[in-house]
């Protein structure tokens, strides 16, 4: 079974940092793109940052300079680095890979971790 797992929420202040951690588990070939989403209470779920597997990033404008995403192939994790948060950031994380190629069950399609928590205060 493949899973994603993220970690490194919390609670920070305007202005400070958080990394989040986001680990793909199970009998995992390659992950193609890995995206980060979040979601804020009343609000859509919006996507905030994708990298390709070669490395290729894009994120959404409100974030672009404060927030940089990346990852670590060899073990399947993806990381978002966030600074300079907002209260605006509040949000549950969610990390998302969109096409999974495993070993024996071919590509797993729409994973989508359990999300983590992040709230900045003023």
């Given at each position: 079974?493949?899973?994603l797992v993220?970690?490194?929420?919390?609670?920070?202040?305007?202005?400070?940092?958080?990394?989040?951690?986001?680990?793909?588990?199970?009998?995992?070939?390659?992950?193609?793109?890995?995206?980060?989403?979040?979601?804020?209470?009343?609000?859509?779920?919006?996507?905030?940052?994708?990298?390709?597997?070669?490395?290729?990033?894009?994120?959404?404008?409100?974030?672009?300079?404060?927030?940089?995403?990346?990852?670590?192939?060899?073990?399947?994790?993806?990381?978002?680095?966030?600074?300079?948060?907002?209260?605006?950031?509040?949000?549950?994380y969610y990390?998302?890979?969109?096409?999974?190629l495993t070993?024996?069950?071919?590509?797993?399609?729409?994973?989508?971790?359990?999300?983590?928590?992040?709230?900045?205060?003023?």
């Amino acid at each position: 079974q493949v899973q994603l797992v993220e970690s490194g929420g919390g609670l920070v202040q305007a202005g400070g940092s958080l990394r989040l951690s986001c680990a793909a588990s199970g009998s995992i070939r390659s992950v193609d793109d890995m995206r980060w989403y979040r979601q804020a209470p009343g609000n859509q779920r919006e996507r905030v940052a994708t990298i390709t597997s070669g490395g290729n990033t894009n994120y959404q404008d409100s974030v672009k300079g404060r927030f940089t995403i990346s990852r670590a192939n060899d073990e399947n994790t993806v990381y978002l680095q966030m600074s300079s948060l907002k209260p605006e950031d509040t949000a549950v994380y969610y990390c998302h890979a969109p096409r999974i190629l495993t070993y024996g069950k071919g590509v797993i399609y729409d994973t989508w971790g359990q999300g983590t928590l992040v709230t900045v205060s003023s």
